[in-house]
């Protein structure tokens, strides 16, 4: 697929993988990363992938929903993302899964699930993530 480049981001992991630290070329982002007890980790004080990929994916999806919600002249503001990444075990090795609780005040469910997938149609990460990982959606009005 043809596209044009309007940003890269470029980081660096050190390190032993997931017990490491990572920084992006910028240096706006800098962690450590701990492996968690669920994982047989020791849960120490630095992140994980899954909590990366949840922020990611969150911040995109909302902006997504914003476009979507935009071009309706639909106003979602106060709308959150809760974004949950569980990886686990499947038959051929280790695979993830994404929830995403998508709260949209002031409109009813109908228009909520249209917006959220709409969203779910134009995010990059969704685009990404189609086919390949589980991903399961659910709106809200508050």
Not at 121 to 142: D, F, H, W
Request: aromatic share 4%; glycine share 12%; hydrophobic share 35%.
């Amino acid at each position: 697929m043809a596209y044009d480049v309007m940003y890269t981001a470029n980081a660096t992991v050190t390190g032993e993988g997931r017990k490491g630290t990572g920084r992006t070329d910028d240096r706006r982002l800098e962690v450590d990363l701990s492996v968690p007890k669920g994982m047989g980790g020791d849960d120490g004080p630095g992140t994980n992938p899954e909590q990366l990929f949840a922020v990611g994916y969150g911040a995109c999806f909302h902006g997504a929903l914003k476009a979507v919600a935009r071009k309706e002249k639909v106003d979602v503001d106060g709308s959150t993302i809760d974004a949950q990444v569980s990886l686990g075990k499947a038959d051929d090795g280790m695979a993830l899964a994404v929830a995403l609780t998508v709260t949209i005040p002031g409109v009813d469910q109908a228009k909520a699930e249209e917006l959220v997938e709409g969203a779910h149609q134009m995010c990059p990460y969704s685009r990404a993530t189609r086919g390949n990982i589980e991903v399961t959606l659910t709106a809200k009005t508050a």
